[in-house]
Structures are given as structure tokens and as C-alpha cells.
């Protein structure tokens, strides 16, 4: 059974940090590329940072570039969102997403609040 189980989220302050986490098991973590996506209060779901199975390849979000970094460990099945600098409009229910067998499988998510 495929898993992506999200942790991090929090509120933070403009300027700060959070460093988000997603577990993944249930497919070979390994051979398949991975993503963060986010959706802010009424909007819609938008692609924020993408990595190749090796970490080979990396691609961000215009708005994050130079913010944000994804990277993984395939030995632990993880891959994480370093968020720096975080702004207001950052703010976001943020997910990890997968494809296997032409199936997208996501997270349920975690929230990201960026506030005094």
C-alpha cells in the first residue's frame, strides 16, 4: 500500500525557516521522481519543487527559487522541502506527491502558516 505522510509544518515568522519531511513507502521510492506542491487559502494547487530519482535534477517554482530546496535520501525513503526566508504568500497547505504506475499518489498534507 503507497504512503506519503507529510511532517514540518508549523508557523513561523516572515523571514524564518521550516524544513518540511515526507515519508514515503508501498513502491520503490528509489526509481521514481518526486514532488512538493502547495494550495494557498482559495486558490489552486501549484507545483513547487521537483526532484529526479537520483537527485540529478532539480526544478522550482519562480517564486521560490533561491528560497527553497528539495532533496532526498533514497536510503531512508524521504524527501524534504528546506524553506528559507519564508513570506506571507507562502502560506500553504503544502504536499508531497508521487506518480507510480501512471497513478498520482499525494500526502494529506501539512500546513505552512507564515505570520508574526
Known amino acids: 500500500q503507497v504512503s506519503l505522510v507529510e511532517s514540518g509544518g508549523g508557523l513561523v515568522q516572515p523571514g524564518g525557516s521550516l524544513r518540511l519531511s515526507c515519508a514515503v513507502s508501498?513502491?520503490?521510492?528509489?526509481?521514481?521522481?518526486m514532488s512538493w506542491y502547495r494550495q494557498a487559502p482559495g486558490k489552486e494547487r501549484e507545483l513547487v519543487a521537483f526532484?529526479?530519482?537520483?537527485?540529478?535534477?532539480?526544478n522550482y517554482a519562480d517564486s521560490v527559487k533561491g528560497r527553497f530546496a528539495i532533496s532526498r535520501d533514497n536510503a531512508k525513503n524521504t524527501v524534504d522541502l528546506q524553506m528559507n526566508n519564508l513570506k506571507p504568500e507562502d502560506t500553504a497547505v503544502y504536499y508531497c506527491?508521487?506518480?507510480?504506475?501512471?497513478?498520482?499518489?499525494w500526502g494529506k498534507g501539512t500546513l505552512v502558516t507564515v505570520s508574526f
Open positions: 526532484i529526479s530519482s537520483a537527485s540529478t535534477i532539480t
Open positions: 506527491k508521487s506518480r507510480y504506475r501512471n497513478i498520482d499518489y
Open positions: 508501498g513502491f520503490p521510492f528509489s526509481s521514481n521522481t
